[in-house]
């Protein structure tokens, strides 16, 4: 069964490749969708794919990468969209 979720991450997460590092885990994932830079500082995503694949997604987005220091993690359900690949919005 197909999820999707919206996330948003709140700490120093801009400036430090958290994009890029989400596109590369969600590749390797397999969950497909998007992410962006938000104007408040955070870090918005919309994770979609079976329930394994999208819990792993938002536990690797608890740490991201070396030089992020994510302090929070929302989490909503949201419906799928329909997307292929996961890639950074702007």
Do not use: C
């Not at 497909?32 to 819990?55: F, K, L, P, S, Y």
């Not at 608890?62 to 799928?80: F, K, N, W």
């Amino acid at each position: 069964m197909t999820i999707a979720r919206k996330v948003r991450v709140f700490g120093r997460v801009q400036g430090v490749f958290y994009r890029q590092w989400a596109v590369n885990q969600a590749r390797s994932l397999g969950v497909t969708g998007w992410v962006r830079n938000a104007a408040d500082g955070t870090v918005e995503a919309h994770v979609i794919g079976d329930d394994e694949a999208v819990a792993g997604m938002i536990a690797a987005m608890h740490t991201g990468p070396s030089q992020a220091r994510v302090e929070d993690v929302l989490v909503e359900p949201i419906e799928p969209e329909d997307v292929s690949g996961f890639s950074v919005r702007h």
